[in-house]
């Protein structure tokens, strides 16, 4: 990968096309060509389009994202507005994992809004709305903790789960919950 990628940088283009490059090595080599490319990408300043099915390499790499649903452009932005601030349902689900909490009886107030999810009723600040029928509040496993608690912090959100499995991955623990309706829902708290 290596000698292929100065082969081409030694023509001085001004677009490089990378097309999977990184797909079939281990994990460890992956991410030193990851940083060596980036480290190139800023030393020579040639652009360079990534085409990768890797979420994280996409996040990891790139200055913008250019996200492709059937053939269609659906969005195109940093790293950090596709992962936080998704255009669509689509763009949510397919970076990385989502929750997704469909809102009954809702109620809107500019940014504001709440409905019920089962028999508990959720708030949520959004600027964005996908067009979904019901509402959806779409939190990632990160932004999420669990509490023994049945009573939460005025503001905070809180439904009732129950613990169905976890997944140790080093640095996180993904807990895998199933919540009152029987969806699923993962909870990716950070491991001290």
């Given at each position: 990968?290596?000698?292929?990628i100065?082969?081409?940088?030694?023509?001085?283009p001004?677009?490089?096309?990378?097309d999977?490059?990184?797909s079939?090595?281990?994990?460890?080599?992956?991410e030193?060509?990851q940083?060596?490319?980036?480290?190139?990408?800023?030393?020579i300043g040639?652009?360079?389009?990534?085409v990768?099915?890797?979420q994280g390499?996409?996040?990891a790499?790139?200055?913008?994202?250019a996200?492709?649903?059937?053939g269609?452009?659906?969005?195109v932005?940093?790293?950090?507005?596709?992962y936080?601030?998704p255009e669509?349902?689509f763009?949510?689900?397919?970076i990385g994992?989502?929750?997704l909490?469909?809102l009954?009886d809702?109620?809107?107030?500019?940014e504001q809004?709440?409905?019920?999810?089962?028999?508990?009723?959720?708030?949520?600040s959004s600027?964005?709305?996908?067009g979904?029928k019901?509402?959806?509040?779409?939190?990632?496993?990160?932004q999420?903790?669990l509490?023994?608690?049945a009573?939460?912090?005025p503001?905070?959100?809180?439904?009732?789960?129950?613990?169905?499995?976890?997944?140790?991955?080093g640095n996180?623990h993904l807990?895998?919950?199933?919540?009152?309706?029987?969806r699923?829902?993962?909870?990716?708290?950070?491991?001290t």
């Amino acid at each position: 990968q290596r000698v292929a990628i100065a082969r081409a940088l030694v023509f001085e283009p001004e677009l490089l096309l990378l097309d999977e490059p990184l797909s079939a090595l281990d994990k460890n080599l992956r991410e030193q060509l990851q940083a060596e490319l980036k480290r190139i990408h800023q030393e020579i300043g040639t652009s360079f389009v990534f085409v990768t099915h890797d979420q994280g390499e996409a996040l990891a790499l790139s200055s913008r994202i250019a996200i492709f649903n059937r053939g269609r452009l659906v969005q195109v932005d940093t790293p950090e507005a596709i992962y936080q601030r998704p255009e669509s349902r689509f763009v949510a689900e397919f970076i990385g994992k989502m929750n997704l909490f469909p809102l009954h009886d809702v109620h809107h107030n500019g940014e504001q809004f709440s409905g019920r999810f089962g028999s508990e009723r959720l708030h949520a600040s959004s600027s964005r709305f996908f067009g979904d029928k019901p509402l959806l509040i779409a939190v990632r496993p990160e932004q999420m903790s669990l509490s023994r608690e049945a009573a939460v912090a005025p503001g905070l959100n809180s439904v009732p789960v129950t613990l169905a499995g976890t997944s140790y991955q080093g640095n996180l623990h993904l807990l895998n919950l199933t919540l009152s309706d029987g969806r699923e829902a993962q909870v990716a708290p950070r491991c001290t």
